[in-house]
């Protein structure tokens, strides 16, 4: 029984943290898994061999629970290897990408049909239960796995509105060097944004994402203590269509046509970390299935 589970990384429209509400869209950084089971029975338990670099309390726990969903009531031995593209801690959804990875790679092996949205849901479920987001974070994993921008409601589970991405846009990124500490530990802080994040998400509803993006990173920014005013001001003279902090950051997005985005990447101060340019998901796609 063998399955492979390919989910992207994502950036932010709506951080979900103050409203439960969230937003995100796929960018094309890739994150693989592939998994051998071998049943046995159906007492005792998995024992599934992996790297010790992998051997995360993330992984560990995105395979228990779907093998539990997808697999009830067996156990046996297998193997799973995970490739990621997705720096981690950065605020471009590593977790939600490796947990849905896993769960479709699971789904695959056992032959079970599955939607995204059952995915995003089971990865929310995983990310909650390794406490590595107070949300679950159902937007950053469905946007992994579709080509659209999605808006969630994460406290429900449900899928609100989504929207196509235009594919004459291109995503300019700045991977900071440093990281952030978990959601949970400021879901308090996110709480107190409520009114400033409602007109955020008020502009995601309508497909509005430039404003979305926009107003959303006001709001992270004076959380989490970043200073990315006066740089997106400067992203937008140079071209960008909108910009802001990815997750909790310190990863920046800047949103550009394709004719400007390098110009855009260019205005990202390299001594913050380095500067990427990245195709959306669905336009990845597109091109794949073209090719």
Known sequence: MRGVGESTAAITVV?????GIGAAIGIDLKVRAEIELHPAGSTGRWEVRMSDAARTPLVVTSLDLALNR???GS????????ESEVPASRGLKSSSAVSSA?????????DTAVEPLEIARLSAEITRSARVSATGAMDDA??????ELVVTDNRRGELLRSFPVDPELE?????????HRPSPDWIRAFEREGAPAQVAVDAALTGDWAVAMERNSEVVERVMGYDYASLRARLRSEGAVGS??????????AVAPRASVERVARTLPTRLGEHRVLRFSAAARRERGAS
Request: charged content about 0%; cysteine-free.
């Open 75 to 82: 156990s046996g031995t297998g193997a799973l290897s995970l």
């Open 142 to 147: 469905l946007a992994g796995l579709v080509p």
């Open 102 to 110: 896993i769960a479709l790679s699971v789904a695959a092996a056992t």
């Open 70 to 72: 997808f697999a009830p």
């Open 171 to 179: 995503v300019a990124l700045l991977v900071s060097r440093t990281t």
């Open 15 to 19: 951080n979900a943290l103050p409203l």
């Open 244 to 253: 802001g902090v990815t997750g909790m950051g310190p990863a920046l997005a």
